[in-house]
């Protein structure tokens, strides 16, 4: 599991690098919405991409790296929520949210008394599951059905994850 997460870390570590490189050609091409916020989005996937490496492998600040995976994670659903995008970027969007979730869950989990029945794990599928049918639907642009579906989503996941906790 261990060598799985730190593939996952590195992937999307260098997914947000490769963002933060092109942030300039994509404001120069006209491409950014709003040049100013696309460089603040460029610039926290850079220092979350960062905070998802090197403290789990330095062992100093270990809870920045489930933090920054879930930012991600988060702020990767919220782009897709509120912006309509071709099928390629919302495609890029579900990859960049689930390797989020999968490692924000994997790094809490060694924090605590994890028990992880199937049950929990379930939920936490299904919950990602809804996330990732959401952001597909992305070329459609934002709906109340599309937030609706958002939070059953997010709140699936966070079902499972509390029912994984030991009590």
Known sequence: MNVLLWILQWALAAFLLLSFLSMPYLLRRGAARNNVTAALMACLGLAC?????????????????????????????????????PPGDAAYLVLV???GIAIALGRFHAFGEWQGSFLSWAVVAVGTGLLV???????????????????????????????????
């Open 133 to 167: 049918l959401c952001l597909l639907a992305s070329p459609a642009g934002p709906t109340k059905a599309r937030w609706v579906q958002a939070a059953a989503g997010i709140c699936g996941i966070l079902g499972g994850a509390l029912g994984m906790l030991q009590p």
């Open 49 to 85: 991409g960062i905070a998802l490496v090197l403290p789990w492998w330095t062992g100093e600040a270990k809870v920045l790296t489930p933090v920054a995976a879930s930012l991600i994670a988060l702020t990767s659903l919220w782009d897709g929520l509120t912006n309509r995008m």
């Open 97 to 99: 949210t689930v390797m």
